[in-house]
């Protein structure tokens, strides 16, 4: 899809704060609020933005660990099966398929160490897991939106 300056201009500022209201948006980009809103519902519809949520603290919530695991499934089984088997666990915040030794890398968040041993444990038992490599983070120096290859010219 091809971006206007103006869609640019909506998408830096829908990635800062997805409660922008249509009238903010507009006052920024210079147009009226019926004309921000068809172009926000072109976004949507076309599958560019996917959609609001709300940004949570993990510590806030009681989620201070993080980790990294390198997950390598086992070999001849179904990557599809083991992959639905992984997005069951609600401790994988994200889940990516990766070249390299391993498969896939998943972000885990947990609320204690123990917690992390136990997922561990449990991941590691799950019908076509054939090893792991865990990385704890120690101090995450940034989380931040998406980048935008036209935020130059946002």
Known sequence: MDFDTVDRKILHILREDGR????????????????????????????????????LHPERVGLPICAFVAISPQPRKSAQRLVGRLLELPEIEELHAVAGTYAYIAKVRVASTQ???GFLDRLFMLEGVERTETTMVLRTNAERPMYLPFDAGA
Do not use: M, T
Not at 32 to 48: D, F, M, N
């Open 115 to 117: 917690a992390l041993d």
């Open 20 to 55: 922008a209201s249509h009238a903010a948006v507009a006052k920024a980009v210079g147009l009226s609020a019926p004309a921000v809103g068809e172009r926000i519902r072109k976004l949507e519809a076309a599958g560019v933005i996917q959609g609001y949520r709300a940004e």
